[in-house]
Nanobody
């Protein structure tokens, strides 16, 4: 079993920044890939960014240049740095070790 706990969400004005954290515990040696998804009200969940143990990262094309994914293996923590936030970034952000493990989510609200 793997437990994922997100933190760092909150209310921010447009143009601001937030850094989300996702700390993993449990049988973490089994994790090869972790990712961030988000889901806005009334919309489907969408992939934000992916990080793999081999150092490969991926950020959704529409978010490149504003969002960065990184990890700290020593702390078993995955990060999502979000800059120049826009109201359309408002969503619940979820950390996942796909396909089976998901965190509870952290809310990001960007005011205009």
């Amino acid at each position: 079993q793997v437990q994922l706990v997100e933190s760092g969400g909150g209310l921010v004005q447009a143009g601001g920044s937030l850094r989300l954290s996702c700390t993993a515990s449990g049988i973490i040696f089994s994790i090869n890939t972790m990712a961030w998804y988000r889901q806005a009200p009334g919309k489907e969940r969408e992939l934000v960014a992916v990080s793999s143990n081999d150092g490969t990262t991926y950020v959704a094309e529409s978010l490149k240049g504003r969002f960065t994914i990184s990890g700290d293996n020593a702390k078993n923590t995955l990060y999502l740095q979000m800059n120049t936030l826009k109201p359309e970034d408002t969503a619940m952000y979820y950390c996942t070790a796909p396909p089976d493990y998901w965190g509870q989510g952290t809310q990001v609200t960007v005011s205009s």
